[in-house]
């Protein structure tokens, strides 16, 4: 069985593909802080959220912040998740993050991701800060309360610690290919 990643743990290491044509590394990245976030193109969560997801990703793009979402959703399970409508979802959209496919859905395994969306935030030394949801009402962010992640990055690029490491991700179950891939069953998309 898999877990997420814990508080203060390296961030993995991945070199995969991105939307942009060229692939990448972790060590590519060399920001301040660092958002993965593993995500998909179908979720009604992911959907709802994106935009809210975009003005943080802007709100601290300034200050040495950069964000890197990964889709390792099968393609067996939706097709809409392959890489070609990755590539034509960021044509559409024009998000200001890469986007990465991990069709061999290792990375995910590596970071313990549960659902998409599901953020992890590295410092600059890649120790994790924090893990779990960005907004409480993703699939809806008009009925949102709270922005977990905004937070988050403000604290850091404040100086400070985290007030709240971890919290519960809301979305959809990552879909696995496999049976044995990970705890989660590949059919599952409902709130945590």
Request: charged share 30%; net charge neutral.
């Amino acid at each position: 069985m898999s877990f997420t990643l814990p508080i203060g743990a390296s961030a993995p290491r991945f070199e995969l593909p991105a939307t942009d044509g060229r692939k990448y590394k972790l060590v590519d990245f060399t920001e301040d802080i660092l958002v993965i976030f593993f995500t998909c193109n179908h979720c009604p969560y992911v959907i709802g959220s994106d935009e809210e997801t975009r003005k943080t990703a802007l709100k601290y793009a300034s200050k040495s912040v950069r964000f890197v979402a990964i889709n390792s959703n099968s393609k067996n399970t939706y097709q809409e998740d392959d890489f070609d409508h990755m590539v034509s979802r960021m044509k559409e959209h024009k998000f200001p993050w890469l986007y990465l496919y991990d069709e061999s859905q290792e990375i995910a395994v590596k970071y313990g991701a549960l659902r998409t969306p599901h953020f992890y935030v590295f410092d600059k030394n890649r120790k994790l800060q924090y893990t779990g949801r960005a907004v409480d009402s993703p699939r809806d962010t008009s009925l949102m309360k709270v922005n977990d992640l905004d937070r988050c990055l403000e604290e850091l690029t404040g100086g400070k610690k985290v007030s709240q490491t971890v919290t519960n991700p809301i979305g959809c179950n990552v879909k696995w290919d496999g049976k044995d891939k990970h705890w989660m069953p590949a059919d599952a998309c409902d709130l945590v």
